[in-house]
């Protein structure tokens, strides 16, 4: 919250925070955290942003995030940003739990992996969360990231592509 809200300053408003649960290779590899209940983090980790957002005091009794510290010097406090509460949030999710919470809680929805063949696979969920705090599909900012090539070889143009999508679906996940 912090951050984003120190970013929102120097970007004159046009910041949106991106947040998802990303994988185990990184939660565990590279953070050395847990990676169990991710969808359960995720909505801790919304609702303590979004008391930063707000200006409130940023303590929180979750299953996952406890806030401040117990046994330690901190106390409660409050970001010392003026409070942004409109700062659009963005999920990148794909379960469809985790879509679920992107219609309910999110401003919008990071596709990553976004098939259009597929697409109620990702809305239908989405649709669903927005239902339950009366907004609609309509309401949730949709951004679809891509890459195409160009070129007369397609084998090579694969061939180059491979090792690099071969760590995203085996090492990622």
Not at 44 to 72: A, F, M, S
Not at 119 to 132: I, R, T
Not at 144 to 156: A, K, L, P, Q, T
Request: net charge neutral.
């Amino acid at each position: 919250a912090m951050t984003a809200q120190s970013l929102a300053t120097v970007s004159n408003n046009r910041f949106k925070l991106g947040l998802g649960v990303s994988g185990p290779q990184v939660v565990e590899g590279l953070h050395g955290a847990s990676f169990k209940s991710p969808l359960g983090r995720l909505r801790e980790c919304l609702e303590i942003v979004k008391l930063g957002l707000n200006g409130e005091r940023l303590q929180y009794d979750g299953k996952h995030y406890l806030l401040p510290r117990p046994g330690g010097e901190g106390k409660p406090i409050r970001l010392s940003q003026p409070p942004r509460p409109d700062l659009p949030i963005y999920l990148a999710t794909l379960g469809p739990k985790s879509l679920e919470l992107t219609g309910e809680l999110a401003d919008g929805w990071l596709g990553t992996s976004f098939m259009p063949e597929h697409a109620d696979v990702f809305f239908d969920p989405m649709k669903k969360g927005a239902e339950k705090t009366g907004r609609s599909l309509a309401d949730i900012d949709i951004q679809i990231g891509m890459s195409f090539e160009i070129g007369e070889n397609v084998e090579e143009m694969i061939a180059a592509r491979k090792p690099a999508m071969a760590f995203t679906l085996g090492g990622m996940g």
